[in-house]
């Protein structure tokens, strides 16, 4: 059965308060498993240390490096008359009276001091922030970017990441992304744009602080969301009462296994050797099929 929506693709964002719940696991088996019936394309937009490539074999298709675009002082035609220190939200532009300074690591790229400088002096130009890569296995279009080293800013790429799926997702009917852990700027750009999210967390007190974290992030956005509640069997129930409390829809229960830690170690895709993980991914599937 092929998922859908009027447009003919869902975007579905697998997200998580914090790193190490198994946002991964889940998005690399989810995205192989329904592979099966129809056209993936998963998207790693944890650009600062992306590792769904781990588990996932397929071929290069295609690379690029990726550009964000920050303003250059040309010091003979400026007067130093300071509006593009008085526009710049970000104090990204600094007027020293005799010496404009341009911090490329402050700079959103938002063009308003280029725009608005009088003189022309702040032209935009570009400056690598790192790399886009395509992969594919002709059931499963992988695209994964990496922030260069010392690059300090996951926003613009985790952007321009996007609109390369966009552009590729035409015969696509599933997007699923595999979103960067917390609830700072980089995973609102990843999610914000989904129709679904599913938020991976563990029966513990870290993943219950951290899971309220990112709920009220999805409902700060309005974004569909349910719980996939990870390692079950450790910790303790208080993600079930908080989700019990909160009217928050546990859609699956993956049970603590050792065997997943050991598929999962060794780069293997769990579903072909765990039933129960098998199960879950047939009910966050249907959970996808829903209107």
Excluded at 130 to 159: C, M, R, T, W, Y
Aim: hydrophobic share 40%; aromatic share 6%; charged share 25%.
């Amino acid at each position: 059965m092929t998922i859908k929506n009027q447009y003919g693709i869902v975007k579905i964002a697998i997200a998580s308060g914090k790193g190490g719940t198994g946002k991964t696991t889940l998005a690399t088996n989810l995205a192989a498993y329904l592979s099966g019936k129809q056209k993936i394309i998963l998207a790693d937009l944890d650009v600062e240390e992306p590792n769904s490539g781990l588990f996932i074999r397929v071929e290069r298709k295609h690379e690029e490096i990726m550009y964000k675009m920050i303003p250059g002082w040309e010091e003979d035609k400026c007067t130093f008359c300071g509006l593009c220190q008085e526009v710049c939200n970000f104090n990204a532009v600094l007027n020293m009276g005799k010496l404009i300074l341009v911090y490329p690591e402050l700079c959103h790229s938002c063009y308003a001091c280029s725009e608005l400088c009088p003189e022309g002096a702040l032209p935009m130009k570009k400056q690598r922030m790192g790399v886009l890569k395509h992969f594919s296995n002709g059931k499963i279009n992988f695209i994964e970017s990496k922030l260069d080293i010392g690059q300090e800013q996951a926003v613009p790429l985790i952007a321009q990441t996007l609109d390369y799926v966009d552009k590729h997702s035409e015969n696509e009917s599933l997007v699923i992304l595999d979103s960067p852990p917390g609830t700072s700027c980089p995973v609102i750009e990843a999610t914000k744009e989904a129709d679904k999210i599913l938020l991976v967390t563990e029966p513990t007190p870290f993943g219950l602080h951290d899971l309220k974290l990112a709920v009220e992030t999805m409902e700060k956005l309005d974004k569909e969301f349910v719980v996939v509640l990870n390692r079950y069997g450790v910790g303790n129930a208080g993600v079930e009462e908080y989700c019990k409390e909160n009217d928050i829809r546990i859609i699956a229960m993956i049970p603590d296994d050792r065997q997943v830690a050991e598929l999962y170690a060794r780069g293997k895709l769990v579903y072909k050797k765990s039933s129960a993980f098998r199960e879950a991914l047939d009910r966050i599937a249907e959970y996808i099929l829903e209107n």
